[in-house]
């Protein structure tokens, strides 16, 4: 088999084994090449210098949970300042009664440390306020991080970064869900909410396979949930509106960067006022090969199975309930979901490219 018929065997393989012959084919490189990218536009502030005061929002079952507590208390009483307060999430609060126990000790900055779920929890209760959010990603997508150019895989620089680190301000997103009943939730979203395939997915990954092969867990599910029937949907962008088409998954995305290195959403970008809707409706494998191709090679012919859209609110609307997911968790059945961009009203603390560590690494 020649190189050139390999790249998507190639760059699997290379992702579940970590074969650097494999990886270092020319064609595995291309593609890595075109999904290289920064998903931010805005340039970042200084925090202020001096002495800080720490609150931490931290996810207790993660890995590395009591590693994070370790380090971030070692450089604050390096640093001379008072210890960081701790403040645990649990299996009824994923953290947001926490970060308004931690806003309450007047904190110059809160760091999740925990999942997507840990990390929007906490930025759903700091969004709209002067207070940055740091982030130390202990999850299995770690989707935020990716998408500011955090790597999951640095710890001890991710810990400086939100402790250290400059501020950039991102976008939120607003999820209004409307149940059956007619009841409505709201949820703060930072990467992608969905409603369809993509939902059914995330519900059907199997907990065990993520502890063992992290994001790659998803992929398993997807095969599995791959044949289905398409659903008609209404949606209405920024009031332009109502078109009725089918389709197997509408994704409103804030950015678009997903584990693997992949570019799921070429213009998605998490500061520039807008949103970017992904409506999904391949009809057979034959259709969903085809996605997969346009979103490995971005390649820019355009699909009949998946097309692409720009707006500020986007108001999708269905005959049945169908599963939700705002940021990789599950939020439940709706028959509609509103998501709409809130501009800039998240703080993170992130690190410059060229800051030099302020600390040494532990030994």
């Known amino acids: 088999m020649t190189e050139t018929r390999?790249?998507?065997?190639?760059?699997?393989?290379?992702?579940?084994?970590?074969?650097?012959?494999?990886?270092?084919?020319?064609?595995?490189?291309?593609?890595?090449?075109?999904?290289?990218?920064?998903?931010?536009?805005?340039?970042?502030?200084?925090?202020?210098?001096?002495?800080?005061r720490v609150a931490v929002v931290i996810n207790p079952i993660k890995g590395n949970a009591d590693e994070a507590r370790s380090r971030i208390t070692l450089i604050c009483r390096e640093q001379g300042w008072e210890d960081p307060s701790f403040f645990e999430t649990t299996v009824e609060d994923a953290g947001i009664q926490m970060t308004h126990d931690a806003l309450g000790s007047d904190p110059d900055v809160v760091i999740a440390g925990g999942g997507d779920g840990t990390i929007r929890m906490v930025a759903h209760a700091l969004a709209g306020s002067a207070v940055p959010l740091g982030i130390v990603p202990l999850g299995t997508g770690n989707l935020l991080a990716r998408n500011l150019d955090i790597d999951p895989d640095d710890f001890v620089g991710n810990v400086e970064a939100a402790i250290f680190g400059e501020h950039r301000a991102i976008d939120t997103s607003t999820v209004r869900l409307e149940r059956a009943d007619g009841s409505t939730v709201e949820h703060t979203g930072l990467v992608m909410a969905g409603i369809g395939f993509d939902a059914e997915v995330i519900a059907g990954t199997r907990d065990d396979l993520k502890s063992k092969i992290s994001w790659l867990a998803y992929g398993e599910a997807g095969v599995r949930k791959l044949i289905g029937r398409r659903r008609?949907?209404?949606?209405?962008?920024?009031?332009?509106?109502?078109?009725?088409?089918?389709?197997?998954?509408?994704?409103?995305?804030?950015?678009?960067?997903?584990?693997?290195?992949?570019?799921?959403?070429?213009?998605?970008?998490?500061?520039?006022?807008?949103?970017?809707?992904?409506?999904?409706?391949?009809?057979?494998?034959?259709?969903?090969?085809?996605?997969?191709?346009?979103?490995?090679?971005?390649?820019r012919r355009s699909l009949p199975a998946i097309r692409y859209y720009d707006t500020r609110d986007a108001d999708i609307r269905t005959e049945d309930a169908l599963m939700t997911q705002v940021d990789g968790d599950e939020t439940g059945d709706a028959v509609a979901m509103r998501v709409t961009v809130n501009p800039g009203a998240l703080t993170v603390r992130v690190l410059p490219p060229k800051m030099e560590k302020q600390l040494s690494h532990p030994a």
Do not use: Y
């Open 6 to 52: 390999v790249p998507l065997v190639a760059r699997a393989v290379a992702s579940l084994t970590g074969n650097t012959r494999v990886a270092g084919l020319s064609s595995v490189q291309t593609v890595r090449q075109r999904h290289t990218r920064s998903a931010v536009n805005g340039s970042t502030t200084p925090r202020h210098e001096g002495t800080q």
């Open 232 to 299: 008609p949907v209404e949606m209405d962008l920024d009031a332009r509106g109502r078109k009725r088409f089918r389709m197997r998954s509408v994704l409103v995305a804030n950015c678009g960067l997903l584990p693997g290195g992949i570019d799921f959403i070429p213009d998605a970008v998490i500061d520039d006022g807008n949103l970017n809707v992904v409506i999904m409706a391949p009809r057979n494998l034959l259709e969903w090969f085809a996605v997969l191709g346009k979103v490995v090679f971005k390649h």
